[in-house]
């Protein structure tokens, strides 16, 4: 007797990565109807942007995990690598060659990692968890757990998703969108009459440009208010 075909359905959900794909999109088609602008080029782009940090720390986290090892000091290294490229490029070192820097004491902290690893035979939990608290030590040693200041303008366009705020192919200043000094229930309130709610205060700042710099920037929803 014959073996019956399986489903179409079936074989689908057979797939590994089903489980990860079919929730994403669930999530774009109720971001579709929640917000017809969900799609537009604009969009899609400041989320790429948004996340690409995240990206950048998740593609060889899943690599690493995949090869049954963890790292628990990634967070704290990456932290301590845009310190030393900051630290480096407020001190004169061209902006090349202060990344270069950041990404060789990141390479430095995984090489430690592997030799503790490898070497030593140390678990991967403990050992990264160990460096994981020298490299935050190391980083509040070298900043004395103040901000680094005097960055260039150079090194703040890398970490900016954009230079000027668009709306309609204009650029608009601060002085075409002032805030409104509203308080609480009132801001709420006023977004209200406006539009449905959430859909006005997007975002928070002194300045529209600066609300756009904090956020994804849509034509059709620029933020009409302003937290001061």
């Excluded at 075409?176 to 700042?205: H, K, M, N, Y």
Aim: charged share 15%.
């Amino acid at each position: 007797m014959e073996k019956k075909k399986p489903s179409l359905i079936k074989t689908l959900f057979q797939i590994k990565e089903i489980s990860v794909i079919l929730p994403l999109v669930v999530l774009v088609i109720v971001a579709m109807i929640v917000n017809p602008s969900f799609l537009r080029m604009s969009n899609i782009l400041d989320i790429l942007r948004t996340s690409s940090f995240n990206a950048m720390i998740a593609v060889p986290l899943t690599f690493l995990l995949a090869s049954g090892r963890m790292d628990l000091s990634i967070a704290s290294t990456t932290t301590l690598g845009g310190l030393i490229a900051a630290i480096a490029e407020t001190n004169g070192v061209p902006l090349v060659f202060s990344i270069l820097l950041a990404l060789l004491v990141g390479a430095s902290v995984g090489v430690l990692n592997s030799i503790l690893v490898e070497k030593f035979e140390m678990l991967g939990f403990i050992a990264t968890m160990a460096t994981s608290y020298v490299v935050k030590g190391i980083a509040s040693v070298i900043t004395n757990n103040n901000p680094v200041s005097g960055i260039s303008d150079g090194f703040q366009a890398i970490a900016k998703t954009r230079q000027s705020v668009p709306h309609h192919g204009a650029v608009r200043s601060a002085t075409q969108c002032p805030p409104l000094p509203l308080e609480g229930p009132e801001i709420w309130r006023s977004a209200d009459t406006i539009r449905r709610p959430g859909r006005c205060v997007l975002f928070s700042g002194g300045s529209c440009p600066g609300c756009c710099h904090n956020g994804p920037c849509i034509p059709e929803m620029l933020p009409v208010l302003f937290l001061c």
